[in-house]
């Protein structure tokens, strides 16, 4: 019962990575738009999101 459960985990992580991509893309024109504008709080945040999201990727890959 323990091995089912993990592989649906599993399998439901594995769902999230192209929404974590599309995320990632969307996020980088966000940091693209701010830094055209010189807008440095946006820079930041955007930075700060987009290592959340690489983190949460690398996660999921690597399982």
Same mark, same amino acid.
Do not use: G, H
């Given at each position: 019962? !323990?091995? @089912? #459960? $993990? +592989? #649906?985990?599993? *399998? $439901? *992580?594995?769902? &999230? %990575?192209? @929404?974590? &991509?599309? *995320?990632?893309?969307y $996020?980088?024109? +966000? #940091?693209?738009?701010?830094?055209?504008?010189?807008?440095?709080?946006? @820079?930041? !945040?955007?930075? *700060?999101?987009?290592? $959340? %999201?690489?983190?949460?990727? #690398?996660?999921? !890959?690597?399982?």
């Open positions: 019962m !323990k091995f @089912v #459960l $993990e +592989t #649906l985990r599993l *399998e $439901e *992580e594995r769902e &999230k %990575l192209p @929404v974590i &991509k599309m *995320e990632i893309d $996020e980088l024109l +966000t #940091l693209y738009d701010a830094l055209q504008e010189n807008d440095t709080v946006q @820079v930041i !945040k955007s930075k *700060e999101r987009l290592k $959340e %999201l690489r983190k949460q990727f #690398l996660m999921i !890959k690597k399982t």
